[in-house]
């Protein structure tokens, strides 16, 4: 008897998911959502809490970021559940009755094999490779026009200028404790959309760390705003 979408997701090992992850090669953005997702308690996120963590301004949008990206590991794992999002994570109501997703447990024991949350993990040894020219910028087809980041140049950035606030200075750690160490948006001085062909990136030179929240002011303008704009917006909004 053939087992249905569900049952399949169930009989998948964690060297099932480690596999479909590599070949995914999930980008930063998608990386950090499965960090957060780890450091959750008991691995169980509502859809708010993922939306704010990962900057975006509702819980709908936040979860069809993380379905296009379960999208990808249904087709690698070659399943095809009524929501995609199932391949990773059981739904749940939270004592809030929002709605949430708590982690399979091979997808767990995977990320946990594969070191998801560090950045000694194997997307950077393996994939990408420590001292290889760090090429940003590569077009890719989603649904609309997306520009690849490379992982490492953001590594690099993070280690040269630490994850406060190029702009405010605001810390995750300082402020929400271990769970959210290391959490940072990392903004491009140059837009890569504007690029339209790789280049070499130097990840000191090219990049900042910003929280989440000047990140979307930075983005209000085409073109972005610069650092020093946001920065002198804020004093005035401090001195008004």
């Known amino acids: 008897m053939a087992l249905n979408a569900l049952e399949q997701i169930d009989s998948l090992a964690p060297a099932d998911y480690i596999g479909a992850l590599k070949r995914v090669r999930p980008t930063e953005q998608q990386l950090q959502m499965l960090r957060i997702h780890m450091a959750a308690p008991d691995q169980r996120v509502t859809a708010p809490h993922l939306a704010h963590a990962l900057g975006f301004a509702n819980w709908r949008t936040a979860i069809s970021f993380y379905g296009k990206f379960a999208g990808k590991l249904c087709t690698e794992l070659n399943v095809a559940p009524a929501t995609k999002l199932a391949v990773l994570a059981r739904p749940y109501k939270s004592s809030g009755l929002e709605y949430g ?140």
């Open 101 to 240: 997703l708590s982690l399979r447990p091979s997808v767990i024991e995977a990320l946990k094999e594969l070191e998801i949350a560090s950045r000694d993990s194997w997307l950077f040894q393996e994939e990408f490779g420590v001292g290889k020219p760090l090429v940003e910028g590569a077009s890719f087809t989603v649904q609309v026009s997306a520009f690849e980041r490379n992982p490492v140049a953001r590594d690099k950035c993070i280690k040269h200028y630490g994850t406060s606030c190029a702009v405010c200075g605001f810390n995750f750690r300082a402020i929400y404790g271990s769970a959210a160490d290391g959490y940072v948006h990392v903004h491009h001085l140059k837009p890569l959309a504007s690029i339209g062909e790789e280049y070499i990136i130097d990840p000191i030179k090219d990049l900042r760390p910003v929280c989440p929240n000047c990140h979307a002011v930075i983005h209000l303008r085409q073109p972005p705003y610069s650092i020093d704009e946001v920065k002198t917006m804020l004093q005035g909004a401090i001195d008004a």
